[in-house]
């Protein structure tokens, strides 16, 4: 079992930044990816980038540029630096790890990944 903790939502201006950070414990050795997930009222759940265990780095087109997901060599941490907010960028956010090997195809599938936090609120006002 893996466990997963968001943390560093909150509210924020258009233009403005924020980190979320992601807790992992448990068996973290047995996935081979991880991942932040978003998901708006009314909205389908969507991958926005994905790190997997030798480093690699996928983001959804709608984020590229503007966020960075990183992790600590442990794989026990894993950050999203967020920058350039939009108020579409409003959402609850999730971390997700994956047991499978599908996900090193980056393509952020929610049905891909076994383990999932809480969520945290990133809400970006206008």
């Known amino acids: 079992q893996v466990q997963l903790q968001e943390s560093g939502g909150g509210s924020v201006q258009s233009g403005g930044s924020l980190r979320l950070s992601c807790v992992a414990s448990g068996s973290i050795y047995s996935t081979r990816c991880i991942a932040w997930f978003r998901q708006a009222p009314g909205k389908e759940r969507e991958g926005v980038a994905s790190?997997?265990?030798?480093?690699?780095?996928t983001y959804a087109g709608s984020v590229e540029g503007r966020f960075t997901i990183s992790q600590d060599n442990t794989r026990t941490l894993v950050k999203l630096e967020m920058s350039s907010l939009k108020p579409e960028d409003t959402a609850t956010y999730y971390c997700?790890?994956?047991?499978?090997?599908?996900?090193?195809?980056?393509?952020?599938?929610?049905?891909?990944?076994?383990?999932w936090g809480q969520g945290t609120q990133v809400t970006v006002s206008s």
């Open positions: 997700a790890a994956s047991r499978s090997n599908d996900c090193y195809s980056g393509r952020r599938l929610a049905f891909e990944y076994n383990y």
């Open positions: 790190v997997d265990s030798i480093g690699r780095r």
